[in-house]
């Protein structure tokens, strides 16, 4: 993990001189009784690469000292990360922390938070709404790139087959989160760009889930139908699609996937998960702290702070172990 260790620093390198150099310091409301700055953190759940970003955050925080942080599980529950939002208020948080459970509701959570910052982490809020106001930021990766990258790496792959058209099978994240739509969108259009046509065979949520995406992918197979690639727009489905075609003794379909986590990376030195992307957990967990904790201070603080993906295969896998 060596390579990950050291992208995720030059991030938070990067992210200490995108504020200002104010020396407000945080207001009362914003304090707790031992004088800590409260930033609040509300996770819209916890699979594994969430769990890696909220660590981030604590991480980051505790590296400061003089923050605290409250964090809440939503458990994709938007009823629920709202009454965190006022829970936060409450408690009188400087800064609020938000991996939105769905895009949709970017108003209601500005809303309920009133006059307290709001840092949206990882999935991408309404930018109309995010830059009506001087008080949010985003921290994330553009999701595109990640759908672009899938696209980029499966045109090689099938390149020496001389291959048009391609039977595919995708699974894809929550509805109505924009970065299922994006990864989703840009990983079909990558792919029509490159010369190929594409034959839908199934396309459908999993939300982000393993095991549903083992289900749906074990019906499917049921049907029969041919397919050439399955499509992934998270590692958790791409791994469970794999399960599922393990278990049909099926070999030889790439399987592609999206976030490289540390299970996505045991798969593919196995040789079962062709290729995923990295998404620096990490990195945008330690950023939004940054964000946060500026706006407890009174700085000015960007719009958006973005971080890259990278495409992870065999090729060089040995790079980020």
């Known amino acids: 993990m060596k390579k990950l260790l050291v992208i995720s620093l030059v991030f938070i390198m990067m992210m200490s001189g995108i ?58 529950d938007i009823q629920k990360q709202l ?3 006022s829970s936060f208020v409450s408690q009188g ?18 809303d309920a938070a009133g006059d307290i910052p709001v840092v949206f982490v990882n999935r991408l ?14 921290v994330g990766s553009d999701e595109s790139q990640a759908g672009q990258l899938q696209a980029e790496y499966l045109t090689a792959y099938f390149k020496d087959e001389g291959k048009k058209e391609l039977n595919y099978v995708l699974f894809m994240g929550t509805l109505g989160l924009q970065n299922t739509n994006a990864r989703t969108d840009s ?4 792919l029509e760009t490159n010369g190929f046509t594409l034959i ?3 396309e459908d949520t999993a939300d982000f889930d393993r095991a549903k995406a083992m289900e749906k992918m074990q019906q499917f197979i049921g049907t029969g139908k041919p397919f050439d690639v399955v499509i992934a727009n998270n590692d958790e489905m791409a791994l469970g699609a794999i399960e599922a075609l393990k278990s049909a003794n099926i070999t030889g379909i790439p ?27 990490t990195g945008q967990g330690a950023g939004a702290l940054e964000h946060a904790y500026a706006f407890s201070n009174g700085e ?10 990278q495409i992870i295969s065999s090729e060089n896998l040995a790079d980020f172990k």
């Open 255 to 281: 399987v592609v996937g999206i976030d490289a986590t540390a299970n996505a990376l045991a798969a593919i030195e196995a040789g079962e998960l062709a290729c995923s992307v990295f998404q620096d957990a």
């Open 300 to 309: 000015e603080v960007e719009k958006y702070g973005w971080i890259p993906f």
């Open 125 to 138: 809020p309404d930018p109309s709404i995010l830059e009506a106001t001087d008080k949010t930021s985003y």
């Open 93 to 110: 948080c400087s800064a609020i922390i938000v991996n939105l459970v769905n895009s949709d509701s970017t108003a209601e959570i500005l």
């Open 19 to 76: 504020v200002g150099c104010s020396t407000n310091t945080a207001t009362e409301e914003g304090t707790d009784e031992s004088g800590k700055i409260k930033i609040g953190l509300t996770m819209s759940s916890r699979d594994q690469f969430l769990s890696t970003l909220e660590t981030a955050v604590q991480e980051a925080a505790s590296a400061k000292e003089d923050v605290e942080i409250v964090a809440f599980d939503s458990e994709n």
């Open 187 to 190: 990983v079909k259009s990558g």
């Open 83 to 85: 009454s965190h939002i």
């Open 200 to 202: 839908k065979q199934f």
